[in-house]
């Protein structure tokens, strides 16, 4: 049974970090590619950022430079490090998964993933 359990999320000031946790569990991820997505309110979810299962890395336009993704194989774990976070209020961060490969079509957009987390909350304001 696929299962991925997003941890890490929280409230921080613009300009602060957070490092984003998403831990598979009944499968290994070695094989499988994990992307974050983000939501807030109101609006349609977005990619942010995927790690293919070779680590190729995806970012989309408005995070490169600021965000990093990253995964350890031996821990079942992907990481989102979150820097220069901006004042966007509040949005929910999901991983997700699908065999080897993520795929990102720019502006947010992203082809579909077979399995998804819960999400985690992260809240950036003064």
């Known amino acids: 049974q696929f299962r991925l359990v997003e941890s890490g999320g929280g409230l921080v000031q613009p300009g602060g970090s957070l490092r984003l946790s998403c831990a598979a569990a009944?499968?290994?991820?070695?094989?499988?590619?994990i992307g974050w997505f983000r939501q807030a309110p109101g609006k349609a979810r977005e990619g942010v950022a995927c790690?293919?299962?070779?680590?190729?890395?995806t970012y989309e336009d408005s995070v490169k430079g600021r965000f990093i993704i990253s995964r350890d194989n031996s821990k079942n774990t992907v990481y989102l490090q979150t820097n220069s976070l901006r004042p966007r209020g509040k949005a929910v961060y999901y991983c997700a998964t699908k065999w080897r490969v993520c795929t990102f079509y720019g502006t947010g957009r992203y082809a579909e993933m077979d399995y998804w987390g819960d999400g985690a909350r992260v809240t950036v304001s003064s």
């Open positions: 009944g499968f290994d991820l070695e094989n499988y590619a």
């Open positions: 790690i293919s299962s070779n680590s190729a890395t």
